[in-house]
Every structure is written in C-alpha cells, then in structure tokens.
C-alpha cells in the first residue's frame, strides 16, 4: 500500500488539480476554516458535538475550542455495528464516550471524510444504544462521493472524486496541524 500526503504548495486554492500530473492538493486547514464557518453559522445552543474516531474526533476537539464551547464532546466508534467487523475487528481507539444524555439531544456528528455511508450508518447504530436523540446532523471535512448507502452530509467543506483505489484520511500533526493522506490499495 503506498501513501502520498496531500499537502498543498504554500499559497495553493483549498484544492485544486495540478492538471498534466493529476495530483490533487487539498488544504485541510482552509477546509477546516470553512467547515468551522459552516459549523458557527448553523449551531445552535445546547447542541452537542460528537466526533467519529479518530478524525471526527479530531474535528470536534478544534471545533469545541474555536467555537469557545465548556460542554465536553463525545467520541463515538463504529467498530462494534460495522457490517465488516470479522475482517477489521476492535482495537483500544475504538471506544464510544458520550458524556451526555443522547436521549431528546440535538447532536453534531462530524467525521474527516465520507465515502460509501457504512462508517455512518454504523455509528448511527452505536449511537441509538445510547437513546434517541432528538436530531442528528452530519458534518465532514470531505465529501469524496461513492456512496452506497443513502446517506450524506448535512455540513460538507468539499467535495471531490477519487478512484476506488484510494483512500482519503485526516492526519493531524503534533502541533495540531491537519493534512490529508491518500493511500492506495
């Protein structure tokens, strides 16, 4: 499996593609400045974040801080309602902490990238074992198509196109910092 980062040249557009070498650059930061836009313009008091492992969670956690929340985020796995667990199984990453009442809650759901709908439908799986929200909306980085499911995102920074090849995932540095990867299968 080979992995390519994508990050962009400085002063590169959110994304963009360079054309005669058919790379595509995306700029997670910028694209995290426009979901946090989105996010500032649609949330609503008392609404409670919840992040899908690990990206998503690393979404919520930029997202509790720029937008000057005190309510803890939730953290929530997909692994246990994944309709391929036999083959991916449970690691110690994956465990769901809501740390709030789910049930008549208005809650965000964010995640790093949307692809087919499973990660998602399988998260709203683990989520209704908790209780029953009053509403769910789904906020991602990345829209990447390819669904299977039918299921999209309420709040989306972009969207784009990959082959079926490549995967797409958020990175975050030491400092914080996001980019993205693409690896090929």
């Known amino acids: 499996m080979s992995q390519t980062p994508l990050n962009p040249p400085p002063g590169s557009a959110q994304a963009l593609d360079t054309g005669s070498s058919g790379a595509l650059w995306l700029d997670a930061e910028a ?3 426009d979901l946090l836009q989105s996010v500032r313009v649609s949330f ?3 609404m409670c974040l919840l ?6 969670v690393w979404l919520a956690q930029r997202l509790q801080q720029d937008l000057g929340l005190i309510a803890p985020i939730g953290v929530i796995s997909s692994a246990m309602h994944r309709d391929d667990y036999a083959s991916r199984g449970l690691t110690a990453a994956a465990q769901t902490k809501i740390p709030f009442d789910v049930n008549q809650a208005h809650i965000l759901l964010l995640d790093d990238v949307l692809y087919t709908g499973r990660t998602i439908r399988a998260v709203i799986n683990e989520l209704f074992d908790f209780g029953r929200p009053a509403s769910v909306r789904l906020a ?3 829209d990447r198509g390819g669904r299977e499911l039918p299921i999209q ?3 989306c920074a972009a969207r784009i196109s990959l082959p079926p ?3 797409l995932s958020l990175v975050r540095s030491d400092s ?3 980019s993205f990867n693409v690896r090929t299968r």
């Open 153 to 155: 995102a309420d709040l």
């Open 165 to 167: 090849a490549q995967s």
């Open 140 to 142: 991602v980085l990345v």
């Open 51 to 56: 992040g899908v492992t690990s990206g998503g």
């Open 176 to 178: 914080g910092q996001f």
């Open 44 to 46: 609503k008091t008392g």
């Open 31 to 33: 694209l995290y400045g």
